[in-house]
């Protein structure tokens, strides 16, 4: 007969299980609800971040980081862009050149993003790489400034694989670029806007792998 000190802690584990299960539901919830906003603002954005984060994901595999922490990663880039629900529908399907108040909307993006995981306390091992996705190493990027390896790895490989998706998909504004055409611009911009290292490694290593167009 069980007795009944082991029928409470019994009860109190389930309780306890069924709130955590309870908060990750609505954690799930917001962030999807946040997710398919972006996407009915703009069509490709699910794609993006689709194909952003199995690159993002190849390339931080191939800097021997575990499946378990490749797994991480991967869903935590698929939501590297989720502070775009700050952005006007207006400015971020704008045809014409951007005003500089234009700019200033979209480079708080990154920002919303961070502030947005930390609140729902999800993937937060990686919000800083979700904060510093678009810094460059040469330190003309946003929000900081940081230079070379004072951005976080993780930042370093999204924003090889988020320049690579965007220029190889094209845009409402551009035509998409060839491969060889990528990677002649990621070769180019190495040691200014990418790290050098990565870039190769990602020439070298991740694209064999990923099928052109």
């Not at 991480?72 to 014409?96: L, Q, S």
């Not at 930042?155 to 998409?176: H, L, N, P, Q």
Request: charged fraction near 30%; proline fraction near 2%.
């Amino acid at each position: 007969m069980q007795k009944i000190e082991d029928i409470f802690h019994d009860s109190d584990l389930k309780m306890y299980q069924n709130k955590q299960e309870c908060r990750q539901q609505v954690k799930n919830r917001t962030i999807g609800d946040f997710l398919q906003n972006n996407y009915s603002k703009l069509d490709e954005e699910k794609e993006h971040d689709t194909q952003v984060s199995l690159l993002a994901s190849a390339l931080y595999e191939h800097l021997g980081k575990t499946q378990a922490e490749v797994g991480a990663f991967r869903k935590a880039v698929e939501v590297h862009d989720i502070g775009k629900i700050t952005i006007p529908g207006e400015v971020i399907n704008k045809t014409e050149e951007l005003t500089a108040e234009d700019w200033e909307k979209i480079k708080r993006h990154s920002q919303a993003g961070y502030q947005i995981i930390k609140v729902l306390k999800e993937h937060e091992t990686y919000a800083d790489a979700i904060l510093f996705h678009h810094e460059r190493v040469g330190g003309k990027g946003y929000p900081e400034g940081l230079v070379g390896d004072a951005i976080p790895l993780e930042s370093r490989v999204i924003a090889i694989a988020d320049a690579y998706e965007a220029m190889t998909a094209g845009r409402i504004y551009k035509k998409a670029m060839s491969r060889e055409e990528a990677i002649t611009e990621l070769r180019n911009n190495a040691g200014t806007q990418f790290d050098a290292s990565l870039v190769e490694i990602f020439i070298d290593k991740v694209l064999p792998g990923i099928a052109e167009g």
